[in-house]
């Protein structure tokens, strides 16, 4: 009863009582306004500031895909309305995530790239778990980091039979294997097929340049594989399908007969002929034979023509002119 | 090994130029490292290993990136030869004698001699000696 008379004593204010606590009241509620204002200032401004950052997600979805010693990082790209979105890539090896953690270093080709892939092959250089992380640039503002979920080592690189060029260059065998870089060797194994001979082996160490196998034979056609090998990761590919070639050896040697027989037979009739006619062509040219005509062949016998001469040398002179002033007079 | 011993060629003139200390070797002169005898090869491979991986590496403070990625190319394939060489000593064919122990502890002492940065900027620059002696020994092991 006291109590509820105090109150009802305290309720009952005088009216100069009242409107100090009117004063009161109000100032109270223009504290707690302000305290609200300056509350709601507080929580809103930093979301104001970190509005851009939010604006910039990070990339999503890492993955490696790599196959013959190429390692190519991926991810989902960012996508903006009119923005171009760059990408920086980092990489950390075993190395540096056990003795120097807070260490990345910046992908040689991917730092910026604007393509949603990098090539790390150049980074990845040694035979151990690879950490790798990506981010998203635009302007001065940049993601956070993405990092792929599992470290990357290069022996899980997929390995793929060689590509392959057999060619025959005369009876030369003559190889000619892609080329995959400086990490690769190839082992080429050739045989003769249906021939009950051994295989052949052959290491190149590099690809792109054709190399001289072996010398064919007619005959069985020659057989030829190949399979790539990775001595950083000590794994082997597996072997090419073999392709053949083979020489035509047997068909040639008879056409040559054939030939060598014709040449031959036109040789042993046309050389004589050849010659023969030469011969009188020469003759005919050098030393042709001269006929006197009839009407100046002598039938006299010489002797009597010249003690003819001596006797009568007139007579004789007229009725027997010499044969010399005759030809003289003719030509 | 032949592509480790390129990686450091092309850094190897500015590591060698930062080295200003021409009168002292940290990894002993190369003579030093040809009398190690055959069985105690194992044993100093790893420790010289360890070395460069627990202090040169580690100590050295690169700053440009493509000197960076190289040194990480380096340490990274250290690491890696480190783990074939552990497997060596599982199968206890990695003893280390007393000799092995002093050459290792001759090392260790050089590098100490000098400040941090100009023995880890020294023993960078010695690496072609050490990867022509590992280099050495796997070609004399695989002609074996």
Known sequence: MAGVDRMLHCKRNVPGQSKSAKQTLTMVLKGFRTSIIMWLFYTLIPCLLTDGGEALPAPQNLSVHSANMKHLLMWSPVVLPRETVYYSVEYQGEYESLYTSHIWIPSKWCSPIEDAECDVSDDITATVPYNLRVRAILGSQTSAWSILEQPFNRNSTILTPPGMEVSRNGFHLVIELEDLGPQFEFLVVYWRRELDTKEHAKVLRRGGIPVHLETMEPGAPYCVKAQAQVKAIGRNSAFSQAECVEVQGEALPLVLALFAFVGFMLILVVVPLSIWKMGQLLQYSCCPMVVLPDTLKITNSPQKLISCRREEVDSCALAVPSSEELFQAWI | ?144
């Open chain 2, 1 to 144: 090994m032949h592509l480790l011993e390129e990686s450091f060629q092309e850094i190897k003139r500015t590591v060698q130029t930062k080295d200003t200390f021409q009168n002292i070797t940290i990894l002993s002169p190369v003579e030093t490292l040809r009398s190690i005898k055959p069985v105690d090869v194992c044993c100093v491979t790893k420790n010289l290993l360890e070395f460069y991986m627990d202090r040169v590496f580690k100590d050295h403070q690169e700053l440009k990136p493509q000197i960076l990625r190289k040194i990480s190319g380096i340490a990274n394939t250290f690491l890696y030869m480190q783990k074939t060489l552990q497997q060596c000593q599982v199968q206890r064919r990695c003893h280390c004698s007393e000799e092995a122990t002093n050459a290792t502890r001759t090392v260790h002492d050089n590098y100490e001699q000098l400040e941090i940065p100009s023995a880890a900027i020294k023993s960078l620059g010695e690496l072609d000696v050490f990867l022509a002696w590992i280099d050495r020994n796997r070609q004399e092991t695989s002609a074996a």
